[in-house]
C-alpha cells in the first residue's frame, strides 16, 4: 500500500511559481509511474502531467506545456511538479497519484492518491 501526500500549494500571483511535491512511502516509489491531476470547482479531474517509472518519459496535457515541469526524485521517494508562468485557469486541487504501469497515464486510472493540495492563482 502506497500512500501519497502532496505540499507546497498556496496562493500566488499570476505569472508566479510553485513547486509542488508528492512523497510516497509504504511502497517501491521507483516503480510507480506518477500523475499529477487537477480539479476545478463544478469540473472534472483532469489530467495535468505524468511520469513513466521506466525511462523517465513525460507527458504533458497541452495547457500546462511549456509552463510546467513533471520531475522524481527517486531517492527521496519524492515526485514534483514545477509550475511556471502560472494562471489564473490554474487555480484547482492538484492531486498526485501513482500505478505501476507505464501506459494509459493520461487517464485518471490510477491506484494510489494523495489528499490534494489547494493553489489558487490570483489575476
Known amino acids: 500500500q502506497v500512500q501519497l501526500v502532496e505540499s507546497g500549494g498556496g496562493l500566488v500571483q499570476a505569472g508566479g511559481s510553485l513547486r509542488l511535491s508528492c512523497a510516497a512511502s509504504g511502497g517501491t516509489f521507483s516503480r510507480y509511474s506518477m500523475g499529477w491531476f487537477r480539479q476545478a470547482p463544478g469540473l472534472e479531474r483532469e489530467f495535468v502531467a505524468a511520469i513513466s517509472w521506466i525511462g523517465g518519459s513525460t507527458y504533458y496535457a497541452d495547457s500546462v506545456k511549456g509552463r510546467f515541469t513533471i520531475s522524481r526524485d527517486n531517492a527521496k521517494n519524492t515526485g514534483y511538479l514545477q509550475m511556471n508562468r502560472l494562471e489564473p485557469e490554474d487555480t484547482a486541487v492538484y492531486y498526485c497519484?501513482?500505478?505501476?504501469?507505464?501506459?494509459?497515464?493520461?487517464?485518471?486510472?490510477?491506484?494510489?492518491w494523495g489528499q490534494g493540495t489547494q493553489v489558487t492563482v490570483s489575476s
Open positions: 497519484a501513482a500505478k505501476g504501469m507505464v501506459t494509459g497515464l493520461r487517464s485518471p486510472i490510477y491506484d494510489y
